[in-house]
Nanobody, 120 residues
Framework: VQLQASGGGLVQAGESLRLSCAASGRIFSIAVMGWYRQAPGKQRELVADVTSGGSTNYADSVKGRFTISRDNAKNTVYLQMNNLKPEDTAVYYC???????????????WGQGTQVTVSS
């Protein structure tokens, strides 16, 4: 199983970015997909996650600015980030709780990070 993240970059404050993360491999089902971020010197924190049924959860710091969505047919999760602020600067990681074909429990998988830098 692989999670491939993309979409990071350098933007100015107030601008937008859209991150994508596609899961591939022998996947039977994905329960939860989400985005985390880690800024220099800080712990990794949850940004947002979404269940297979569409229920979402957001960090207070991004509510009203970020929107998470997923395409279950493509095993892909998206993070639309609007009105970006310098404090959003971090490496963003996607994560999935999924079952592989032939495996009867869920496992956590992480994608590689993608850098988001917001200049003031």
């Amino acid at each position: 199983v692989q999670l491939q993240a993309s979409g990071g970059g350098l933007v100015q404050a107030g601008e937008s970015l859209r991150l994508s993360c596609a899961a591939s491999g022998r996947i039977f089902s994905i329960a939860v997909m989400g985005w985390y971020r880690q800024a220099p010197g800080k712990q990794r924190e949850l940004v947002a996650d979404v269940t297979s049924g569409g229920s979402t959860n957001y960090a207070d710091s991004v509510k009203g600015r970020f929107t998470i969505s997923r395409d279950n047919a493509k095993n892909t999760v998206y993070l639309q980030m609007n009105n970006l602020k310098p404090e959003d600067t971090a490496v963003y990681y996607c994560k999935a709780a999924l079952r592989q074909i032939g495996v009867y429990y869920f496992e956590q998988y992480w994608g590689q990070g993608t850098q988001v830098t917001v200049s003031s």
